[in-house]
């Protein structure tokens, strides 16, 4: 199963593009606190739109009891100051996937990177950016894994309005 971490998020509208982006993937999602919204703020609703029934979350009170509950599988982390750049990373489908991301401000703590430094990428860009939207990490880092294990389990076919919806 592929999972998306998100470590003390705290823009709600990122949170809520996550949760969607993860309905949508069939990806397990798991937040760490604190958050910074709650999740009644109008702004994750609207991010989220109708999905919320549909995501499969969890949230951790810290990180030490996130990795208490999932300490087995493949642990791949994204930091701007990756050593690795992110077409290194090979996913395993023969294991659970943590796809693990950092706060909007500060991304994850130096202290949890030094430890998973041969498993911390970072996405190429110019050298003047900064960082990306963190959404948009979640998105490309998902997808990228999604295609390596060969999109197990999504449709590849419209299937709302018709295979066919183009030929009409």
Known sequence: MINVV???PEI???TGNIMRTCMAFN???????????SFDDKYLKRSHMDYIDEVDYTIYPNYEEFIKK????QF??????????????IFDSDKDIYLLF????????KNILNMHLDETYRFPMKANARSLNLSNCVAIGAFECLR????????KTEVI???DWLLK
């Open 148 to 155: 390596q294990v060969g999109f197990d389990g999504l449709s």
């Open 12 to 14: 709600p509208q990122n």
């Open 76 to 89: 791949v982390f994204f930091s701007r100051y990756g050593l690795k750049s992110f077409e290194e990373c």
């Open 27 to 37: 990806i397990k999602l798991h937040l760490i606190e604190p958050l910074g919204f």
């Open 102 to 109: 950092g706060k909007e401000s500060t991304g994850i703590p």
């Open 161 to 163: 309005k018709g295979a």
């Open 6 to 8: 998100l470590y003390e």
């Open 70 to 73: 999932n300490n087995e599988g």
